[in-house]
T-cell receptor
Framework: AQSVAQPEDQVNVAEGNPLTVKCTYS??????LFWYVQYPNRGLQFLLK??????LVKGSYGFEAEFNKSQTSFHLKKPSALVSDSALYFC?????????????FGQGTTLQVKP | DVKVTQSSRYLVKRTGEKVFLECVQD?????MFWYRQDPGLGLRLIYF???????EKGDIPEGYSVSREKKERFSLILESASTNQTSMYLC?????????????FGPGTRLTVL
């Protein structure tokens, strides 16, 4: 079955430290991968995506993600965390649906950045 | 800026009521989506539409229906609300080639069914 998993419910980091939010996927064919962020009481916002090309993808707010085909992973990273990065993060993968495609989302990881 | 608006931020309904959730986008997007968000389950796709009057079932369509009579508007209908439909409902839109382009989300409607 096609799926995406975020193995950590919560990640805690200190401000200024690097952060990683993990995501692994299982799809048939080439994977198209996304990260979204949800700030409190807000809708989801797109951060970045991997479709093809360079395995290191740069996105909004200083975030980046590394696509690793052999490990079927797409971890979200940031070199130096900010308190304002505290939010709920979702990884998603595109799967085919009829004549079009749709996203399957992971269960979400809460990132807590402490001052 | 793309704007996706949802008719209500909070809604309280009684079991058995018919519930309408409305979503409007202002960027002429072909695709529109309805998700529900539950803690620990992430977002699950209820229905999506890739054109006016076209719809496809998502992963959890049971108990829901949708309507898309105009390109900018996508409605989610709970024919007879039940307590297990208490959830956060998110609408999204995107340009064509669904799944390859980013989706723009509305702020969500938190529905409570008593």
């Amino acid at each position: 079955a096609q799926s995406v998993a975020q193995p950590e419910d919560q990640v805690n980091v200190a401000e200024g430290n690097p952060l990683t939010v993990k995501c692994t996927y299982s799809v048939s064919g080439n994977p198209y991968l996304f990260w979204y962020v949800q700030y409190p009481n807000r809708g989801l916002q797109f951060l970045l995506k991997y479709i093809t090309g360079d395995n290191l993808v740069k996105g909004s707010y200083g975030f980046e993600a590394e696509f690793n085909k052999s490990q079927t992973s797409f971890h979200l990273k940031k070199p130096s965390a900010l308190v304002s990065d505290s939010a709920l993060y979702f990884c998603a993968v595109r799967v085919r649906s009829g004549n079009t495609g749709k996203l399957i989302f992971g269960q979400g990881t809460t990132l807590q950045v402490k001052p | 800026d793309v704007k996706v608006t949802q008719s209500s931020r909070y809604l309280v309904k009684r079991t058995g009521e018919k519930v309408f959730l409305e979503c409007v986008q202002d960027m002429d997007h072909e695709n529109m989506f309805w998700y529900r968000q539950d803690p620990g389950l992430g977002l699950r796709l209820i229905y999506f539409s890739y054109d006016v009057k076209m719809k496809e079932k998502g992963d959890i369509p049971e108990g829901y229906s949708v309507s898309r009579e105009k390109k900018e508007r996508f409605s989610l209908i709970l024919e007879s609300a039940s307590t297990n439909q208490t959830s956060m409902y998110l609408c999204a839109s995107s340009v064509a080639l669904a799944g390859l382009n980013e989706q723009f989300f509305g702020p969500g409607t938190r529905l409570t069914v008593l």
